[in-house]
C-alpha cells in the first residue's frame, strides 16, 4: 500500500500543487510570504477500531488539505503522523509522543518556515482533542517569540458543530459514524467491512465533541482497554453521502479561513496579553 503523500491525497498537477516536499527551493522561493498561509497537517498514529486504519487522523488531515493545495495562496508543510494517543496505548500498533516532543517539533518546523520568511501558519488538527493542549502550546509560545507571526488552529470537531445531529448521528466518539463517513468518501479502499460500533462513555466525563452542551472533563487518562474493539460510537450508520457532506462543510471552512488569512495585513501584536 503507497502510504506517501502522493499515495493518500487526492493527485493535483505536479507542478501546480503547493505540498513542500514535492516542490524545489526555488519554487518556494518564488512564493510571496506575505499572502502565503502555510498549512500544517497534524494527527495521530493509534488503533481507530476493526474498521478503520491506524493513521486515521493524519489521513483526515491530508485530505482536507489535498483539496485545498491547488490554491495559490497555500505551501502544505510535511504532516506530523504521530500525535499524543496515550489514551490508545491498550491497543496494538498505537503510537504515543511525549507532548513536550510534539511541542518542541512543531516550534522547530514552523521555525524554519519562519526562517525563510513565512509569516501565516494554519495547523489543521486531524485528531480532534487530545493534540489541542499541545497545539495551544505551540501558538502561545511562537506569538510570544516570533514578530509578526499569525498561527491558527483547524479542527474539524469544532468546525462542523453546525453539523451536530445531521445524517441522524450520534455526538462525536472514537472511529464513529463522523470519522468512517470521512473515511469511506475520501479513502473507501483503506475501509474494512463490517463497519463496528461501540459504546459511548455510560457518562459524560469525557464527552469529547464540542457540540455536546453540558460540563465536562477535557483530559483524556491514559487507560487499560474498556471496549472489545476501541470503538465509541455508531460506525454503522456511516455512509458516503454523510462523508461527502462533511467534507465539503470542513473544506468551505478551510477555504474561507485561508481566504481571511491570506488577506490579513495586520501582525497579530496587539492580540498579545
Ligand atoms: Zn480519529
Not at 33 to 42: G, M, R
Not at 134 to 154: A, K, N, P, T
Not at 225 to 238: F, L, N
Amino acid at each position: 500500500m503507497d502510504l506517501s503523500i502522493q499515495g493518500v491525497r487526492k493527485m493535483n498537477e505536479p507542478h501546480t500543487n503547493r505540498f513542500l516536499v514535492e516542490m524545489t527551493w526555488p519554487q518556494v522561493e518564488a512564493l510571496d510570504p506575505q499572502s502565503t498561509v502555510v498549512l500544517v497537517p497534524v494527527g495521530a498514529t493509534e488503533q481507530h477500531g476493526p474498521h478503520l486504519p491506524l493513521g486515521t487522523d493524519t489521513l483526515v488531515a491530508l485530505d482536507l488539505v489535498g483539496q485545498v493545495a491547488d490554491s495559490p495562496h497555500v505551501l502544505v508543510a510535511p504532516p506530523l503522523w504521530c500525535g499524543m494517543s496515550s489514551h490508545h496505548m491498550s491497543f496494538g500498533g498505537s503510537i504515543t509522543v511525549r507532548p513536550e516532543v510534539l511541542v518542541e517539533y512543531l516550534v522547530d518546523v514552523i521555525s524554519s518556515l519562519y526562517q525563510h520568511g513565512f509569516r501565516k501558519f494554519l495547523v489543521i488538527n486531524g485528531h480532534r482533542i487530545a493534540n489541542l493542549p499541545w497545539l495551544q502550546l505551540v501558538g502561545e509560545r511562537l506569538h510570544r517569540c516570533l514578530d509578526g507571526l499569525r498561527l491558527e488552529l483547524f479542527d474539524p470537531a469544532y468546525m462542523a458543530k453546525t453539523l451536530s445531529g445531521h445524517f441522524d448521528f450520534g455526538p462525536v466518539g472514537h472511529a464513529d459514524e463522523w470519522e468512517t463517513s470521512h473515511m469511506l468518501s475520501a479513502y473507501p479502499h483503506l475501509v474494512r467491512h463490517p463497519l463496528v460500533d461501540g459504546p459511548l462513555d455510560g457518562h459524560e466525563d469525557y464527552q469529547v465533541d464540542p457540540a455536546v452542551t453540558g460540563d465536562t472533563l477535557s483530559f483524556m487518562p491514559s487507560r487499560p482497554r474498556r471496549s472489545e474493539t476501541g470503538v465509541k460510537g455508531s460506525a454503522s450508520k456511516s455512509h458516503v453521502g454523510a462523508g461527502e457532506q462533511y467534507r465539503k462543510h470542513l473544506v468551505q471552512g478551510l477555504r474561507r479561513t485561508i481566504a481571511r488569512m491570506a488577506q490579513a495585513t495586520d501582525a497579530p501584536q496587539g492580540e498579545k496579553p
